[in-house]
């Protein structure tokens, strides 16, 4: 049996330009960014815009990401996708 593929290593396949790896990368990280805004934010609509609004950032600027850190909230290490540089 195998395991399921790391976020990291789908993220640099779709920094690749792997459609598919990049649709699975948004649909992991969907559920979790939308929990975390919700509980920051007490409010479906703002939580949904602040969702959408996060995942595009994630997904234009995932090329920046150095891979240093993980890219899953609650995860050991940074939550951000954004370059220490």
């Known amino acids: ?3 399921p593929e790391a976020l990291e290593d789908v993220a640099r396949r779709a920094v690749d330009g792997d459609r598919d790896a990049l649709d699975s990368l948004v649909r992991d990280l969907q559920g979790d960014v939308y929990g975390l805004a919700l509980r920051m ?6 939580a949904e815009d602040a969702t959408q609004e ?3 950032r994630v997904v234009t600027r995932l ?7 993980r ?7 940074s939550p951000s996708t ?4």
């Open 1 to 3: 049996m195998t395991q």
């Open 71 to 77: 890219l899953k909230p609650g995860s050991t290490g």
């Open 41 to 46: 934010l007490w409010n479906r609509e703002d």
């Open 54 to 56: 996060i995942l595009v």
């Open 82 to 85: 954004t370059s220490s540089t």
């Open 63 to 69: 090329a920046q990401f150095d891979f240093r850190s």
